[in-house]
């Protein structure tokens, strides 16, 4: 059964980092893209970052460009979300997710997702 599993979120002060993970299971995610998307209270999820099966193609979101680089490892089956200079706006829960095709800004697209990981940027 396809899992996705995401970890690393938590409590950060502006200007602060975090990393999160997303541990596959249940497939081989090396012949996966994989994208991260964001859902803030009372607002509509919102894709940040996608990354090809190989890791040679990224997308990012232009609210996070600069700021946020994805990366993966296929031996471990994980993909990895670096967020640097966090601002109190990218306060949300993150969702990693595979898509149903290739790397798309759409969540319609995406047919498995992880449970989320809040990520809370406050002073």
């Known amino acids: 059964q396809l899992q996705l599993v995401e970890s690393g979120g938590g409590l950060v002060q502006p200007g602060g980092s975090l990393r999160l993970s997303c541990a596959a299971s249940g497939f081989t995610s090396d012949y996966h893209s994989i994208g991260w998307f964001r859902q803030a209270p009372g607002k509509e999820r919102e894709g940040v970052s996608c990354?090809?099966?190989?890791?040679?193609?990224?997308k990012y979101a232009d609210s996070v460009k600069g700021r946020f680089t994805i990366s993966r490892d296929n031996a471990k089956n994980t993909v990895y979300l670096q967020m640097n200079s966090l601002k109190p706006e990218d306060t949300s829960v993150y969702y990693c997710a595979v898509p149903r095709y290739s790397c798309s800004g759409s969540l319609y697209e995406y047919d498995y997702w992880g449970q989320g990981t809040q990520v809370t940027v406050s002073s």
């Open positions: 990354i090809s099966s190989s890791g040679g193609l990224t």
